[in-house]
């Protein structure tokens, strides 16, 4: 397993299990001198960018141009709105490979392998992913 800090952004970390990429943590006080920091490589279906604007810029108003994507797995982030909880990952072959701490205001990319949560205390976690959700037996496997 490897941890390695982001070499562009305070507060970032990537966790790996040899060459996959299982998850980016951003912490709630990341930061970075850079303005526009994409955190996943172009290859990820999910893409996680974190971008720094002084105040009075201008965001362009904006839409997205429909276009079909193919995604050939699902992957997650979750907002930790409130709260503390432990993230366990795990590796292709269900070992665990890692734990952190997450509390309020952090965020997880999950993005291979697998993964679980023990809640440390009352917490409200935001998860975003590819839908829709198809129930619990035909969208995930328990380990």
Same mark, same amino acid.
């Not at 980016?24 to 001198?33: C, K, L, M, N, Y």
């Not at 952090?106 to 009352?122: N, P």
């Not at 959700?133 to 619990?136: N, R, T």
């Given at each position: 397993m490897t941890a390695t800090q982001s070499q562009r952004c305070r507060g970032v970390s990537l966790f790996h299990a040899g060459e996959t990429l299982l998850a980016?943590?951003?912490? %709630?006080? %990341?930061?970075?001198?850079d303005k526009y920091n994409f955190l996943t490589p172009h290859s990820e279906p999910l893409q996680l960018g974190m971008n720094f604007y002084k105040a009075g810029e201008v965001i362009k108003n904006h839409a997205h141009l429909p276009r079909e994507i193919r995604v050939g797995r699902v992957q997650e982030m979750i907002v930790i709105g409130h709260g503390r909880t432990r993230l366990k990952l795990y590796d292709?072959?269900?070992q665990q490979i890692a734990e952190t701490e997450l509390s309020q205001g952090?965020?997880?990319?999950?993005?291979?392998?697998? !993964?679980?949560?023990?809640?440390?205390?009352?917490t409200k976690i935001v998860e975003v992913k590819q839908g829709p959700?198809?129930? !619990?037996a035909r969208d995930k496997v328990l380990f």
């Open positions: 980016i943590v951003v912490r %709630a006080d %990341a930061s970075s001198e292709d072959e269900r952090d965020i997880v990319l999950l993005t291979g392998g697998g !993964h679980g949560f023990e809640i440390l205390e009352d959700y198809d129930g !619990h």
